[in-house]
């Protein structure tokens, strides 16, 4: 086989490496494992493409997805993308910089981390905001690891049965194997009035998975009262006109990022986010960004925090995370700093307006009741008198994802700012015609 | 590097915005549920967001702006063609719950992917739920835990994990309730066997090995480790972080593990990101099949995104390509190892794989390996790993990988050579260095101690 475009090493240069090395072949490198390890077989690979095979093998399989019309959230919205942030995150100096423990040579990562910090808790109104976690649910399953951590010899949580389904089976994993104890309940305050003896949190969605925004009056005081914390799952999108965790007295917030403007691609790579209170600043998983100088007195940026973390604790870390997802971080920071708070304000507005007109006109079809008295945001839920499956048929041929069943058997929408007047009232024929 | 000192906050200005969306006049309702205090976000135009982050990006190093000798990163190039692939909007555009019917060119990849890691590594199938390196190794310790509840063994609740291990491997087991078990190294830096087997008994729920392991050692005893934990009941865990220098070479199912993990953001080429997001697919031996679909660790369905740069770079390197993958990277280390150990004291000097750990200079002058990395960035290369593995007080871990040309590894080690001369010469210059880069060094005590974490 010949050259290869990323593997610059002639046949001279490798000959002037062995002779340096002072073996006689690159296979002579192995001699230290046991030869019955080295495979000697055909890789069961395709033969190697050409750049432009690849594109066409690419091409080919991307026809064989159906680009839809997205009217569903659930955990991932379809907000539109300003054009600068690709354009942004795709610099070589950000997307191929290793974690930035060199700060030195870091400080465009270290200096984005620490407005991410800095835009996180201004969303949700609390102290302190990690460098990010991988997505919304892994985030919610280390604030209920965090919870545990910081109350002492208590063992249990409460979830509430109205966070997304995939968030609550995360929390269910990491608690599983860490023998925390896990109860999912639809009567949150009762539960923690009640129930649970050695209650460590209580997790709760700000916006639930019907798409009702939840007040939680008087639920912080009674977590509280309890000796436990509080965990607000929050869509970041939303906190901009939403009452924010810190209001209603959380102690800790996650969420996923997705939804400040980061693509849909198939639920992934998203970003979780954490934030909470400064007494628990130590608590936190994770890496985190601080402001320093350096020896000549210049503002700058460093990893900070350190001691918390697996590379120095080991089995005692807060957490194993070490990667975790920090150019869609910059992604979310950049798009906040588009946006900016008139920008999400009005993006609020017209999903709101959306929402509330297909809503409103999906009932006048007669095809749906409504079962949630609660104002909702963007996403909503109806309980469907016609055939589900002929109408998630019927928009599908006409593009439209939209109508997606959930478990109790309701029907999901969400509208965005992306959507016209026009989609929406096409949405509304097809149902009458069903 | 210039330095450029602004956060996006500090360009804010009422009245200014960077967004362009459609006119509305809905106002939304007050009160209760509402927001009513400011989001604090700044008001920016679009060209300052540019510029802003530009100027950011400019203070940053990254693998196309020059050589990373970053020991157990694996910082290879990342190809151009993944990034288009993976922006194309039939991809991008995915709902992650859309029907199957329209994301079969999705799903295919997934069913690509699974075949090429399986037949890379000898494992039998991979699910793709992590979303990094620890977060695969929790999920695999996680399979782990069911194989043996499957059994009704509930007592194997301790994991043995070598000294020389990677820091995630300890975290990993913590976070899944599992005791950890040191086994120590001997001295020329291989797993003790002789420590291991009075370790080995019914309460163990296996091994995390690192093959080559953090010193880029073989671990050539494998085969027998694998029969003792075997036989004792326990299983393999194959941490893939060093998976580079076997690409092409040795497939870690046939030493005998049966639970895997690997970094798409090394061995298969994805950037780094600053600091993600990776991938961590973990891949299982028969044994552990049945079990593969249990832990919901993550969302949706992995980071797609990843996964299919990470599909783009194994079909250029195809079945020819990748034989020599894992060969190159060895060579390139063994030659910067040659050429530097009359400066650097070379601790293990057998052959090594894709890294291997100098133990600082070889001649004392007080001149750190702190020092030397620092001095490393004025001459415009990425620092080596440092202070890892902790077998040695000032270690250097230096990991070249295939994508580095001669000229490339030898200019690394003229300025290594150099910064050896200055280590002489003038010690005091290299206590302070970096002397050429955006910032010098930071007061890392006062950012501990009174942390500053957000713009006020």
Redo the contacts between chains.
């Keep these: 086989m010949g050259a290869f475009s990323y593997f610059p090493q002639t046949e001279e240069d490798i000959r002037i490496m062995l002779e340096r090395i002072g073996v006689g072949s690159l296979d002579d490198l192995y001699a230290d494992v046991p030869a019955d390890f080295i495979y000697k077989g055909e890789y069961d690979l395709p033969s190697a493409m050409s750049e432009q095979q690849v594109r066409d093998f690419f091409e080919g399989l991307a026809a064989k997805n159906t680009r839809l019309k997205v009217f569903v959230g659930q955990g991932a919205y379809d907000h539109y993308v300003p054009s600068v942030i690709p354009y942004i995150t795709s610099r070589s100096e950000f997307l191929t910089a290793y974690t930035p423990y060199q700060c030195e040579i870091s400080q465009g990562t270290l200096r984005y981390i620490f407005e991410w910090q800095t835009m996180i808790c201004r969303l949700t109104g609390l102290d302190c905001a990690n460098a990010s976690m991988y997505d919304g649910p892994t985030a919610a399953a280390e604030a209920v690891r965090m919870c545990v951590a910081s109350t002492k010899k208590r063992n249990s949580v409460i979830v509430s049965a109205r966070l997304l389904p995939h968030v609550i089976e995360t929390i269910r994993t990491y608690a599983k194997y860490a023998g925390i104890n896990v109860v999912v309940t639809d009567k949150v305050a009762e539960e923690v009035a009640e129930g649970v003896l050695d209650l460590a949190g209580v997790i709760v969605p700000s916006i639930n998975r019907f798409g009702v925004i939840e007040s939680h009056l008087g639920l912080a005081d009674l977590v509280h009262e309890k000796g436990a914390l509080l965990v607000e799952y929050c869509d970041p999108s939303a906190l901009a006109v939403v009452k924010t965790p810190a209001e209603w007295g959380a102690d800790i917030a996650v969420g996923d990022g997705q939804s400040l403007g980061i693509p849909l691609c198939f639920g992934g790579p998203y970003v979780g986010f954490m934030a909470c209170k400064e007494a628990l600043m130590r608590k936190l998983p994770g890496r985190i960004v601080g402001q320093t100088t350096d020896a000549s007195g210049k503002r700058c940026y460093v990893l900070t925090l350190q001691a918390r973390e697996q590379h120095i604790r080991r089995e005692k870390a807060t957490s194993n995370i070490c990667s975790n997802e920090s150019l869609m971080a910059l992604w979310c920071t950049v798009y906040l700093s588009l946006m900016g708070p008139e920008g999400m304000r009005k993006l609020n507005a017209l999903c709101y307006e959306g929402a509330h007109y297909l809503h409103d006109a999906l009932l006048a079809t007669g095809q749906f009741e409504r079962v949630f008295d609660g104002e909702f945001l963007k996403e909503f839920c109806l309980k469907p008198k016609c055939n589900v499956q002929k109408l998630q048929q019927a928009l599908l041929d006409a593009g439209f994802f939209a109508g997606l069943q959930t478990e109790d058997g309701y029907v999901t929408f969400c509208v965005t700012e992306k959507h016209s007047r026009e989609e929406l009232d096409q949405i509304v024929e097809i149902v009458k015609s069903i | 590097?210039k330095?450029y000192?602004k956060?996006?906050?500090e360009l804010s200005k009422p009245g200014?915005?960077?967004?362009?969306?459609?006119e509305?006049k809905?106002?939304?309702?007050k009160g209760?549920?509402?927001?009513e205090?400011?989001?604090?976000?700044?008001?920016?135009s679009?060209v300052d967001?540019?510029r802003?982050?530009?100027n950011?990006?400019?203070?940053?190093?990254?693998?196309?702006?020059g050589f990373?000798p970053?020991g157990s990163?694996t910082?290879?190039?990342?190809?151009k063609?993944n990034?288009?692939?993976a922006?194309?909007?039939?991809?991008?555009?995915?709902?992650?719950?859309?029907?199957e019917?329209?994301?079969?060119?999705?799903l295919?990849?997934y069913v690509g992917m699974d075949?090429?890691l399986a037949?890379?590594t000898?494992m039998k199938h991979f699910t793709f739920l992590p979303?990094?390196?620890?977060?695969g190794?929790?999920t695999g310790?996680?399979l782990m835990?069911e194989y043996h509840m499957s059994r009704g063994d509930a007592a194997r609740t301790k994991v043995i994990v070598p000294d020389s291990a990677h820091?995630?491997n300890?975290?990993?087991?913590?976070?899944?309730?599992l005791e950890?078990v040191v086994v120590k190294s001997r001295e020329n830096g291989l797993v003790d066997v002789e420590a291991l087997k009075p370790l080995l008994g019914p309460d163990i729920a296996g091994i995390m090995m690192t093959n080559p392991n953090t010193l880029g050692?073989?671990e050539?005893d494998?085969?027998e480790i694998a029969k003792l934990v075997h036989d004792c009941g326990g299983l393999l865990y194959y941490d893939g972080a060093n998976m580079n220098p076997l690409l092409?070479?040795?497939?870690p199912g046939?030493?005998g593990f049966d639970i895997m993990h690997l970094n798409l953001?090394k061995t298969f080429?994805t950037?780094?990101?600053?600091?993600?997001?990776?991938a961590g697919p973990v891949g299982v031996s028969d044994k552990v099949l049945p079990f593969l679909h249990i832990?919901?660790?993550?969302?949706?369905?992995?980071?797609?995104?990843?996964i299919?740069r990470a599909y783009?770079y194994?079909?250029?390197?195809?079945?020819?390509?990748?034989?020599?993958?894992g060969?190159?990277a060895?060579?390139?280390a063994?030659?910067i190892k040659?050429?530097l150990k009359d400066c650097y004291k070379l601790p293990i000097p057998?052959?090594c794989?894709h890294e291997f750990v100098f133990d600082g200079l070889l001649e004392d002058n007080g001149v750190t390996t702190l020092d030397v990395?620092?001095r490393l960035?004025d001459y415009g290369f990425?620092?080596p790993t440092i202070y890892?593995p902790l077998l040695f007080h000032q270690a250097i871990m230096i990991e070249p990988t295939?994508?580095?040309?001669?000229e490339t590894l030898d200019a690394f080690i003229a300025v290594m050579r150099k910064i050896a001369e200055e280590a002489k010469a003038d010690p005091e210059m290299l206590h302070?260095a970096?002397h050429c880069?955006?910032?010098?060094?930071?007061?890392?005590t006062?950012?501990?101690r009174q942390?500053?974490?957000?713009?006020d």
């Design positions: 590097m330095y000192d956060l996006i906050f200014r915005i960077g967004f362009s969306l459609p509305t809905t106002q939304l309702p209760n549920i509402w927001r205090t400011p989001t604090g976000l700044p008001e920016v679009e967001v540019v802003h982050y530009t950011l990006s400019q203070m940053n190093f990254g693998v196309d702006t990373y970053l990163c910082m290879k190039y990342n190809p063609i990034e288009e692939i922006n194309m909007p039939a991809f991008t555009g995915l709902h992650p719950l859309q029907p019917s329209t994301t079969r060119g999705a295919e990849i075949k090429a037949a890379i000898g979303c990094a390196g620890a977060h190794e929790l310790l996680m835990r820091g995630t300890p975290a990993s087991a913590a976070v899944c309730g950890i050692l073989f050539r494998i085969k092409g070479m040795v497939r046939d030493m953001h080429s950037p780094h990101g600053g600091g993600g997001p990776g832990p919901r660790v993550s969302g949706f369905h992995g980071n797609f995104g990843i299919l783009a194994i079909l250029m390197l195809g079945r020819e390509h990748v034989k020599m993958a060969k190159l060895t060579l390139g063994n030659y040659e050429s057998t052959v794989k990395a620092k960035l990425h620092a890892f295939e994508t580095e040309s001669l302070g970096p880069t955006p910032i010098g060094r930071p007061d890392e006062t950012a501990a942390p500053i974490l957000k713009y």
